[in-house]
T-cell receptor, first 115, second 113 residues
Framework: DGGITQSPKYLFRKEGQNVTLSCEQN?????MYWYRQDPGQGLRLIYY???????QKGDIAEGYSVSREKKESFPLTVTSAQKNPTAFYLC??????????????FGPGTRLTVT | AQSVTQLGSHVSVSEGALVLLRCNYS??????LFWYVQYPNQGLQLLLKYTSAATLVKGINGFEAEFKKSETSFHLTKPSAHMSDAAEYFC???????????FGAGTQVVVTP
């Protein structure tokens, strides 16, 4: 089955530690996105990438970093510089060259708790 | 800049009653509009989308939405609520070539027996 996988489902870290969230897709999509979700705030875009080895900052990129070395993978690192890292993180992908270019497919999410 | 407003953070409906979730957008160019549903601790699932082909859009699970340009609205409806409709619903808008989505804050739907 094609889809997006995010691992792990739950992640716990101590304050001051960097942590990397995994996102893998086998949909052969060009574009990938990372969102942060907090209660009552909807989803906010952290980073996005339309092609391998290229990515752009979203609305709340401070304290985060990404890489796009492979088409199917778009890992997100939450650095110690992120002041409020505890949140639900969602990865998405879309095939922006097709007629459905604006439809994003979402992974199941990773809930990160930093104490 | 585009934005999305969802009126009502929480909506309670009785089983069998009409579900109406409101979404208004601001965009200087014709937008693409979406409704997504999210069940607890899960990702988002697309319910339906407007891409200018038709103003009345039918989606999955009996939901539909109507694009009204004059009102800049894209309200989501379902004639008869089921218990399984209890979830959070997000309206989103996009109009740029990057495919980025701007999400509303979400509406939590509770269905009572």
């Amino acid at each position: 089955d094609g889809g997006i996988t995010q691992s792990p489902k739950y992640l716990f870290r101590k304050e001051g530690q960097n942590v990397t969230l995994s996102c893998e897709q086998n949909l052969n999509h060009d574009a990938m996105y990372w969102y942060r979700q907090d209660p009552g705030q909807g989803l906010r875009l952290i980073y996005y990438s339309q092609i391998v080895n290229d990515f752009q900052k979203g609305d709340i990129a401070e304290g985060y970093s990404v890489s796009r070395e492979k088409k199917e993978s778009f890992p997100l690192t939450v650095t110690s510089a992120q002041k409020n890292p505890t949140a639900f993180y969602l990865c998405a992908s879309s095939d922006w060259d097709s007629l459905n270019s604006y439809e994003q497919y979402f992974g199941p999410g990773t809930r990160l708790t930093v104490t | 800049a585009q934005s999305v407003t969802q009126l009502g953070s929480h909506v309670s409906v009785s089983e069998g009653a009409l579900v109406l979730l409101r979404c208004n957008y601001s965009s200087s160019v014709p937008p693409y509009l979406f409704w997504y549903v999210q069940y607890p601790n899960q990702g988002l699932q697309l319910l339906l989308k407007y891409t200018s082909a038709a103003t009345l859009v039918k989606g999955i699970n009996g939901f539909e939405a109507e694009f009204k340009k004059s009102e800049t609205s894209f309200h989501l409806t379902k004639p008869s609520a089921h218990m399984s409709d209890a979830a959070e619903y997000f309206c989103a808008v996009s109009h740029d070539s990057w495919g980025k989505l701007q999400f509303g804050a979400g509406t939590q739907v509770v269905v009572t027996p």
